[in-house]
């Protein structure tokens, strides 16, 4: 109906249940790791708040209680609830699969990794564009079989994955920021569950979500977000660039929490 807005986003759901071997001696969960005083699970929830978003569901595994008692000390004006995943050591897609009521809600949503530095003003396209799939995707992509790819022929996603098998004439890093449609998120419910009722319950979240774009492609759109700042954070080495190159570029950009 004409004069009618498209629905945004007022809930979120967080992936914050791995171990994170990668980083070394470092235990915590990734979430919890501080960059100018400020864990990265602070920074998320002043983000969503400031972009409108009062609901978020975090799945928890390695160290719960740690981000749990994170949450209770911050405060945060929202409501946020933890969804548990006693599996935590398996595949991501696992900890995706945990969420299915948030996927079912019967309303467009925000999904995130838990373990990113970045720019508040990338969660903008997100919450603001038209009631549609959005994938955020940075030009600026690393070498190499690491980074999950985000893949176009024109303007078309034809492929999402860090091996992708299909042509394309250009690609660049996905940010692990995505918004669905209410439609769209009780189908990537549906994924996740054939994907463990089949017993594949190493696959990587990014597969279940690639079967829908390759099943409707045109029902999903990359938003190019090159010129901001982020990292995902994996290795020491990501460690060190959030806090050297990164962290300087965010001063002012968020409320403190």
């Keep these: 109906m004409p004069g009618l807005t498209a629905p945004r986003p007022a809930s979120a759901i967080i992936l914050a249940a791995g171990v994170g071997r990668r980083l070394g001696a470092d235990d915590r969960p990734k979430i919890l790791l501080e960059f100018g005083g400020r864990s990265l699970l602070a920074r998320h929830l002043a983000a969503l708040g400031e972009h409108g978003v009062t609901e978020v569901s975090i799945t928890v595994g390695h160290q719960r209680a740690l981000i749990e008692a994170e949450v209770a000390r911050l405060a945060w004006p929202g409501c946020v609830r933890f969804v548990g995943n006693s599996h935590y050591r398996e595949g991501s897609l696992v900890s995706l699969a945990v969420q ?27 919450v603001e564009a038209p009631d549609e799939n959005l994938l955020l995707l940075d030009r600026d992509i690393e070498p190499g079989d690491e980074p999950v790819k985000i893949c176009l022929r024109g303007d078309t996603i034809v492929d999402f994955r860090k091996r992708p098998e299909h042509a394309h004439d250009r690609h660049g890093e996905s940010v692990g920021f995505f918004r669905f449609t209410a439609g769209t998120a009780a189908a990537l419910a549906d994924r996740c569950e054939a994907y463990l009722a089949a017993g594949r319950r190493q696959v990587e979240y990014e597969e279940a979500i690639r079967d829908l774009i390759l099943a409707a ?41």
Aim: glycine letters at 4%; zero cysteines.
């Design 217 to 257: 492609p045109a029902s999903f759109r990359a938003v190019d977000i090159s010129a901001l700042p982020w990292t995902e954070i994996d290795f020491p080495e990501d460690v060190a660039r959030a806090r050297d190159e990164i962290l300087p570029q965010l001063a002012g950009t968020a409320a403190p929490s």
């Design 100 to 126: 299915a009521e948030a996927l079912r809600a019967g309303q467009p949503l925000l999904l995130m990794d838990g373990d990113v530095l970045y720019d508040p003003r990338i969660l903008a396209p997100l």
